[in-house]
């Protein structure tokens, strides 16, 4: 590994992701911002993501890749010629090297310890920080909603990790339409520092399209769930063509094995108005720009890059298997203030669904948008600060 900008203090951060990309999207836009000033390393879990660009001057440490299916209890590796023990060894044994070698100033966990999968390894990784540097900083880096408005089993023990191993949270939301305290009730008996950084969100440039037809962009983001939404609306596609004029442009999953099953459904439409592409970051952000409605799974990114773009926004609100309350939480939160409307399973199902979808685009409404979107110079500003403190005392 080359140690870049040795010059510069150091940030390493931990990111894990199992189903879908959110953690990962966020924290590389997070890492854009801070190279600004620092060296930015990142210890990346999950499956390496295709057609994502890479900033050139965060050095990714790929640990090998651990994910989990929606319906299962256990972690798997990725590389199915190792077991989950073996893939956890040969992680710890590239973390420790990693570690050695950049000797980090400050270390950033992302959505850990709000989330336990990986505790183990987290834990060793922050203790061995602290053994060789013990003036490091320890930030949690975590999402505006945790799971749901009732909190969860283990919110204690998170309390616990934070007051003992943590300098301070940073919240990525704004806390004058989500606090913390709203998924996270027992957020009193934190004793760190917590900031409301505002939202991270990627740009989204503004672009000129010839196209005098309205785009209706279906999109299950980038994860392995939810590919029903897409084959509702291709199914549907001719029937909803009838009663508004509008091209079709869909986007499936980074990790989803069934495109091919999807493109060959939709080769026998027959239709110029419907287009299927595979995952590709800078490409949905361009078809982002230019849609008039936006349809998708309620996550952070989808949810925000809308509303930021000033999208009319449609949300597929999925009945998770694993009892999820996360996205359900935030969809309540930003329908209430107006910013999107949602589509639920049995509308998917409906043959009504052209009826419904056109009910939905007259209720929407764009409207001025009043959220914080600089979570990413927040958080780099507070990092700064709390270094140039570091220095004053010492």
Excluded: W
Aim: some cysteine; proline content about 3%.
């Amino acid at each position: 590994m080359e140690i870049k900008n040795n010059n510069k203090s150091k940030i390493l951060i931990h990111c894990q992701y199992v189903y879908g990309i959110g953690h990962f999207v966020r924290t590389i836009e997070l890492a854009r911002c801070l190279s600004n000033r620092f060296a930015v390393y990142i210890l990346n879990g999950g499956e390496v993501v295709p057609n994502f660009e890479l900033p050139d001057n965060i050095t990714i440490i790929q640990l090998p890749e651990i994910y989990k299916e929606e319906n299962s209890d256990y972690l798997t590796p990725v590389d199915s010629s190792t077991t989950i023990d073996e893939c956890f060894k040969m992680r710890m044994q590239l973390i420790e090297k990693s570690v050695e070698e950049i000797i980090p100033d400050i270390v950033i966990t992302e959505h850990f310890p709000f989330g336990l999968l990986f505790q183990s390894e987290v834990v060793k990784l922050i203790k061995q920080v602290k053994k060789i540097n013990h003036n490091s900083k320890i930030i949690c880096s975590v999402r505006d909603i945790i799971e749901s408005s009732n909190g969860g089993a283990n919110d204690i023990k998170t309390c616990k990790l934070l007051n003992d191993l943590y300098d301070c949270v940073l919240v990525h939301g704004d806390s004058n339409h989500v606090d913390l305290s709203k998924s996270f009730p027992k957020i009193n008996l934190i004793e760190k520092p917590i900031y409301h950084t505002g939202y991270i969100v990627r740009p989204i440039p503004a672009i000129e399209t010839k196209e005098n037809t309205p785009i209706i962009l279906v999109s299950v983001a980038a994860g392995r769930i939810g590919a029903e939404l897409l084959l509702a609306f291709i199914n549907t596609h001719h029937a909803l063509l009838k009663k508004v004029n509008h091209k079709l442009v869909l986007y499936s999953g980074a990790f989803q094995k069934d495109f091919q099953i999807q493109q060959d459904t939709l080769i026998l439409l027959q239709s110029k108005n419907i287009s299927i592409h595979t995952f590709n970051s800078n490409e949905y952000i361009k078809s982002l720009s230019q849609s008039s409605l936006v349809i998708s799974l309620g996550g952070y990114n989808s949810v925000l890059e809308a509303i930021s773009a000033n999208k009319k926004l449609l949300i597929y609100q999925r009945q998770f298997e694993n009892g999820n309350e996360e996205q359900n939480l935030r969809i309540k939160l930003f329908e209430e203030r107006g910013y999107l409307d949602f589509l639920t399973e049995n509308d998917l199902a409906s043959e009504n669904l052209p009826i419904l979808i056109l009910k939905k685009l007259k209720k929407l409404e764009k409207k001025q948008i009043s959220l914080n979107f600089n979570g990413a110079k927040n958080s780099l500003e507070i990092l700064v600060e709390m270094l140039k403190t570091q220095t004053k005392e010492v």
